[in-house]
């Protein structure tokens, strides 16, 4: 039997809905600082599909496109001078920063209000996160909570591998999991026979980049598999870790790619300026 398809894109279109019937009841429009350093291409795709998310939601964005030689000290000014700005409800730098300028990313998390970031970067809300107690989840694990959820996946009790350990996805995903009563093992490019490890997994997440990874001979019959990853295949389409043809064979669930995880990563952001802009007296 064919797994239930995880539908993000049409999860994050009603996601959407709600966001945008919220903003308008806010005092105030609800504003995002964007900040660009340099001209990564994909960072500015990136950043033109957040500001134009924004757009469909009634959420401001304001953005600062920077040359790549700012420099660390500009950068920071810049953060600073948003910080203070009382009508800024959110900040995101987009990373990485180029290459070759001596930027020093974890000053620049550091650098922004606890209060304004809606990536939850900043050590202060990775910790907060940590302990179960966040204002802001990040982004791409809030979404595939919400994803869980909308299908009726509960984390509960079951055997949940996460394979990938970076700071913004693998980590707090394992976290938001383990909040939610599961059973979790991190998996990454060191874990000996991670099909073994894999196949044990009621809940699997891959969240690593590398195409054909997860074949569904690693997979447990009827699991929900999430694949968070943005590859491209051979012929430049978009793909993620998971065999989607094999493995949608074996899973009770999938998300596929593109449309599933992307989506609702989407999301979340809006989400997490919404709450930043509706947190603040007088919204
Ligand atoms: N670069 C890749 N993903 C992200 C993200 O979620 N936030 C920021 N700020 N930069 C990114």
Redesign the pocket.
């Known amino acids: 039997m064919s797994a239930i398809i995880m539908d993000g894109k049409a999860l994050a279109a009603k996601w959407k809905a709600d966001i945008r019937e919220k903003t308008a009841r806010l005092a105030r429009p609800a504003v995002l600082a964007v900040i660009l350093v340099g001209n990564n291409p ?2 500015r795709v ?1 950043v033109n599909g957040k500001e134009r998310d924004c757009a469909e939601c009634g959420i401001r964005s304001q953005e600062y496109a920077l040359p790549e030689n700012i420099g660390q000290r500009a950068l920071l000014e810049l953060i600073d001078t948003l910080n203070r700005e009382q009508e800024v409800d959110g900040i ?5 920063l180029p290459e070759g300028y001596d930027y020093d990313e974890q000053e620049v998390l550091l650098s922004i209000d606890p209060r304004k970031d809606v ?1 939850a ?1 900043h050590p202060y809300n990775v910790g907060r996160i940590m302990i179960g107690d966040s204002t802001y989840l ?3 694990p809030a979404g595939v909570m919400a994803l869980l959820d909308e299908y009726g996946v509960d984390p509960a009790g079951k055997r949940c591998v996460v394979v990938g350990r970076s700071n ?1 996805v693998g980590k707090p995903m394992a976290m938001l999991l383990l909040h939610r009563h599961g059973t979790v093992t991190i998996c990454h490019s060191r874990t000996p026979n991670l099909g073994e490890v894999t196949a044990q997994a009621d809940i699997l997440i891959s969240a690593v980049g590398k195409r054909g990874l997860i074949t569904a001979d690693m997979v447990k019959p009827g699991a929900c598999v999430i694949d968070v990853a943005m590859n491209r295949d051979g012929e430049g389409k978009l793909c993620g870790d998971v065999d989607f043809p094999a493995v949608k064979e074996k899973a009770g669930w999938i998300t596929p790619v593109p449309g599933g995880c992307g989506p609702m ?1 989407r999301v979340m ?1 809006l989400q997490n300026t919404l709450t930043a802009a509706a947190g603040k007296k007088g919204s």
């Open positions: 994909a960072s990136y995101l730098c987009q990373l990485p990536d970067f990040p982004c791409t913004i990563t952001l």
